[in-house]
């Protein structure tokens, strides 16, 4: 049996966390566009995409659950289309009972309401009430999604919260994840005292950066943080 913290749920980072990892780290990070729009506002996730390109029929997503790892995102690519839905509830539905964290859909969902029952995460470019009418071709799964240019491979981790959806090298996952998770605590720090009456200018030293930028005026702010150990992002 696992040691329960070999079992422990990894904490998902926001994505505005990330962002900034990603500048101190010097990592590439893409942003899915930003028309993408939660349908369950304060319900973030994060895992492995598992895309795939919709051609007009459910087939294809089944496929893509049926061999999604444990807590995979499915990312549907439809060409941010907005004549058609091209998932709903029971297509959500079944995601989310093969144990999926969240969908990314660019291209429009149906059945809203099944949908907020249902709960799994979704962003997608909003409602509309019909399925796809065209013939879709015959052809195996295009294992691949492109959000208005965005490319999400297997290879891809996907995260989102209420600031959008995040695309990311599997393999840089770890590293951002730690860095974000310690911005985060520096910056909870920060607004705690905050809360008990410390100005975030007196945690800063503003005054000092304030004076060493009349004696330096290349001195950016960012720069000084990072001499300091500010973890906030300008």
Do not use: K
């Not at 990892?21 to 729009?37: D, E, Y």
């Not at 492995?48 to 499915?74: K, N």
Request: hydrophobic share 45%; proline share 7%.
């Amino acid at each position: 049996m696992a040691a329960e913290s070999d079992t422990a749920p990894v904490p998902i980072p926001a994505t505005a966390a990330i962002a900034d990892a990603a500048v101190r780290l010097g990592i590439a990070v893409q942003t899915a566009p930003v028309s993408l729009v939660a349908l369950l506002p304060g319900r973030p996730f994060a895992g492995p995409a598992a895309p795939v390109t919709h051609l007009g029929s459910v087939d294809v997503l089944l496929e893509t659950i049926d061999d999604a790892p444990p807590g995979a995102v499915l990312v549907v690519d439809n060409g941010g289309r907005d004549d058609e839905a091209c998932v709903g509830d029971l297509m959500l539905l079944e995601a989310r009972e093969a144990g999926m964290a969240g969908a990314v859909i660019w291209g429009r969902h149906r059945d809203t309401a099944q949908l907020r029952e249902i709960g799994l995460p979704v962003f997608s470019r909003g409602a509309h009430p019909f399925g796809p009418r065209r013939v879709p071709p015959a052809g195996t799964a295009m294992r691949s999604a492109f959000l208005d240019g965005v490319t999400v491979t297997a290879e891809h981790w996907v995260v989102g919260d209420d600031d959008g959806v995040l695309v990311l090298a599997a393999g840089d996952r770890e590293q951002l994840f730690a860095e974000a998770l310690r911005i985060q605590t520096v910056e909870g720090a920060q607004a705690e005292r905050m809360r008990g009456g410390s100005s975030l200018r007196d945690q800063l030293d503003f005054a000092r950066y304030r004076s060493r930028q009349a004696e330096d005026p290349s001195l950016t702010l960012r720069r000084y943080l990072a001499e300091t150990g500010g973890a906030i992002e300008t």
